[in-house]
Nanobody
């Protein structure tokens, strides 16, 4: 059974930071690249950042220099450190394998507003 449990979202002001966490079941986490995705109202879900099992990373242009993805393979956990948040970062954030598997967790809401 695949499990993806995201946490760490919240309401913050522009310029502030959040750290998202995602605990994944071993089946999806082990040996797979993992990604953080976001979906704003009325828009498609899109990849924000990804990290391979070996730690290589890549980012969407909109978050480069502000977000950092990392993973703890011993804990089956992937993180997203989000700094200098902007209102356009507001969305529900999900983690999944990259490329994504069919199953999605509940996500965690991030709202950036003054």
């Amino acid at each position: 059974q695949v499990q993806l449990v995201e946490s760490g979202g919240g309401l913050v002001q522009p310029g502030e930071s959040l750290r998202l966490s995602c605990v994944a079941s071993g089946r999806i986490f082990r040996l797979n690249a993992m990604g953080w995705y976001h979906q704003a109202p009325g828009k498609q879900r899109e990849l924000v950042a990804a990290v391979t099992s070996g730690g290589s990373t890549n980012y969407a242009d909109s978050v480069k220099g502000r977000f950092t993805i990392s993973r703890d393979n011993a804990k089956n956990t992937v993180y997203l450190q989000m700094n200098n948040l902007k209102p356009e970062d507001s969305a529900v954030y999900y983690c999944n394998a990259h490329p994504a598997w069919e199953y999605w967790g509940q996500g965690t809401q991030v709202t950036v507003s003054s």
